[in-house]
């Protein structure tokens, strides 16, 4: 079953309801999410400003606010299928309800950043498979071994997500992402998985591994995952972020993105 | 004359020249320049997010730096052909060196912004004439009654830069700067000056005035002086910009920004 109006998906997480969100909500934007205690907020907005492909803003939050213009109404802390809490930049928890971590900083800021979800529907349109999607899993995501540009006390591999595209329509896909500059735009990466110091497609460091035929080619994205490797590689004392591929589900068309 | 190399036109500067950039060192990115306390750069990065049309970050320095890596090599504090020094909201002094009103915060955090006349060449090439560049004096630029979102201390109304553009041409002029989004984009108004609050074309609020032939359309783009205006507007103790239309020429190609 899936959830195909916002309001409703964010309510039924509310209620439990805890998957992966691509395929859902089909024509809306999603996002990933960080929420980070204010005195970490400015190294992060100029951790996203250096490195614009995986980390594109969408909305910040005011501090110790969980509102957003993306989705007025929607509890920031609740209305995700799954959260990971981080401390030390070791992931401390899992959890479909975030409450309880948020009311213990009174002040985080919170990013939503573009999701590469949001050109899968045009790419779907225009006769591409989306491989998780037939799958029925989660997106398959690696870990570079691209430094991003650091910014403050944070730095991080690129993360990359991955779809594999027939040869003859790497092009397409190429041109139809990159007209969503602000949802990670065109791809980082096409082909050859070594030069990014990925050995295994197979084993993905977030998501579900997907099949790759004979006639397709890997092609890689920058991916909204890539501030959870910063909170890791930056041993960060503590954020709240979605878990991988599990994003929030905003308000806003996906074509509002398109340039 | 004009200085067509970017580190001898910032080296010219160094020296005292001092005149409007537009026309000079063509093809090479401009940027408009804000500095501003540490204490400030949090609500600044903030509004620029919120903003992105009139204020695209293309860099940012570390506090107390000067240099970029937009123009290794490159000193922010005398490298501009002109700057404004800004106490409590007010304009307190115009002067081709910044380098004293620099020293006076340890801890200045230095936001460059991109510039509209990013894609006067790629306009020029088309054929389309700019009319400031052909009449030799600074683009007229205009308060206008938009307000921006606010963040946090900082809010102030949008500023636009116009060019009149033959009607003929107003759809080529959309389309090509439209490829430009890390410099402005597309135009934010076309036509109809009073529904921005503009009430007289010929008394801009920053910059010239130009000839509007009457086959001509004023075409309004986001403007990187939106920043002055915020300063202004929200009484910030202490900033230093560039003066309008005199801007940061850097060593990046403006291709680079074509999306």
């Given at each position: 079953m899936t959830h195909q109006n916002p309001a409703r998906l964010r309510a039924a997480c509310r209620d439990g309801w805890s998957a992966p969100?691509?395929?859902?909500?089909?024509?809306?934007?999603?996002?990933?999410?960080?929420?980070?205690?204010?005195?970490?907020?400015?190294d992060f907005l100029l951790f996203a400003q250096r490195n614009p492909k995986p980390c594109p803003v969408l909305d910040v939050t005011e501090p110790g606010?969980?509102?957003?213009?993306?989705?007025?109404?929607a509890d920031l802390r609740r209305d995700l299928p799954r959260y990971r809490i981080w401390r030390d930049g070791a992931l401390a928890e899992e959890t479909p309800d975030a409450s309880a971590a948020w009311g213990e900083h009174p002040d985080l800021v919170t990013f939503l950043i573009g999701c590469s979800f949001t050109f899968e529907t045009p790419l779907m349109q225009?006769?591409?498979?989306?491989?998780?999607?037939?799958?029925?899993?989660n997106v398959p995501m690696y870990r570079?071994?691209?430094d991003c540009r650091p910014a403050g006390r944070l730095s991080g591999p690129l993360v990359v997500s991955m779809r594999p595209i027939p040869a003859d329509r790497v092009?397409?896909?190429?041109?139809?992402?990159g007209r969503f500059p602000a949802v990670h735009g065109a791809p980082v990466h096409v082909g050859a998985p070594d030069r990014l110091g990925i050995a295994d497609l197979s084993r993905p460091d977030f998501g579900d591994p997907v099949t790759i035929r004979p006639d397709?080619?890997?092609?890689?994205?920058?991916c909204g995952v890539t501030p959870q490797a910063a909170v890791m590689a930056s041993?960060?004392?503590f954020a709240i972020t979605h878990a991988p591929g599990h994003m929030f589900v905003t308000d806003i068309p996906d074509r509002n993105w398109q340039s």
């Amino acid at each position: 079953m899936t959830h195909q109006n916002p309001a409703r998906l964010r309510a039924a997480c509310r209620d439990g309801w805890s998957a992966p969100t691509a395929g859902h909500a089909t024509g809306f934007t999603q996002c990933n999410l960080i929420a980070l205690p204010r005195d970490w907020a400015w190294d992060f907005l100029l951790f996203a400003q250096r490195n614009p492909k995986p980390c594109p803003v969408l909305d910040v939050t005011e501090p110790g606010r969980f509102d957003t213009v993306l989705a007025p109404g929607a509890d920031l802390r609740r209305d995700l299928p799954r959260y990971r809490i981080w401390r030390d930049g070791a992931l401390a928890e899992e959890t479909p309800d975030a409450s309880a971590a948020w009311g213990e900083h009174p002040d985080l800021v919170t990013f939503l950043i573009g999701c590469s979800f949001t050109f899968e529907t045009p790419l779907m349109q225009a006769g591409i498979q989306i491989r998780h999607i037939a799958q029925g899993c989660n997106v398959p995501m690696y870990r570079t071994n691209r430094d991003c540009r650091p910014a403050g006390r944070l730095s991080g591999p690129l993360v990359v997500s991955m779809r594999p595209i027939p040869a003859d329509r790497v092009a397409d896909a190429v041109t139809i992402s990159g007209r969503f500059p602000a949802v990670h735009g065109a791809p980082v990466h096409v082909g050859a998985p070594d030069r990014l110091g990925i050995a295994d497609l197979s084993r993905p460091d977030f998501g579900d591994p997907v099949t790759i035929r004979p006639d397709e080619v890997p092609v890689f994205w920058a991916c909204g995952v890539t501030p959870q490797a910063a909170v890791m590689a930056s041993r960060v004392p503590f954020a709240i972020t979605h878990a991988p591929g599990h994003m929030f589900v905003t308000d806003i068309p996906d074509r509002n993105w398109q340039s």
